[in-house]
């Protein structure tokens, strides 16, 4: 959630550290989506985002998380535990693979980040 007054970037760097324990940098949108709630009859957008974490340590918010899970790209795994992730985790890997990202990468990296 983005609270009044704060960047996108701000909130997402402060959900990161508060749910996992990371200090992330944006690096690029991966996807915006939406969850359809048929219960409530609401619909929930949200964006995907790649982030860049130096550190590999995961300090897990235990209320909303019960486990988490690193992965190696390209995936050669199924994903079925979040609706749509693998097919994000399958377009951010073409894209970081391509070089696309890769030039954005070496300069955040080169400037610290």
Request: glycine content about 12%; cysteine-free.
């Given at each position: 959630m983005v609270n009044r007054g704060e960047s996108f970037d701000s909130a997402?760097?402060?959900?990161?550290?508060e749910e996992f324990g990371l200090a992330v940098?944006?690096?690029?949108i991966v996807e915006a989506y939406e969850i359809h709630v048929s219960t409530a009859q609401k619909?929930?957008?949200?964006v995907r985002f790649a982030c860049l974490a130096h550190q590999k340590k995961i300090n897990l918010n235990k209320?909303?998380?019960s486990t988490h899970k690193w992965l190696s790209?390209?995936?050669?795994?199924?994903?079925?535990?979040?609706?749509?992730?693998?097919?994000?985790?399958h377009q951010m890997t073409t894209r970081v693979l391509s070089?696309?990202?890769?030039?954005n990468l070496k300069d955040d990296l080169?400037?610290?980040?």
């Open positions: 997402l760097k402060r959900q990161m550290f940098e944006p690096w690029f619909i929930i957008p949200g209320r909303e998380f790209l390209p995936l050669k795994e199924t994903l079925d535990w979040i609706d749509g992730i693998e097919k994000a985790i070089g696309e990202e890769n030039h080169s400037n610290g980040g």
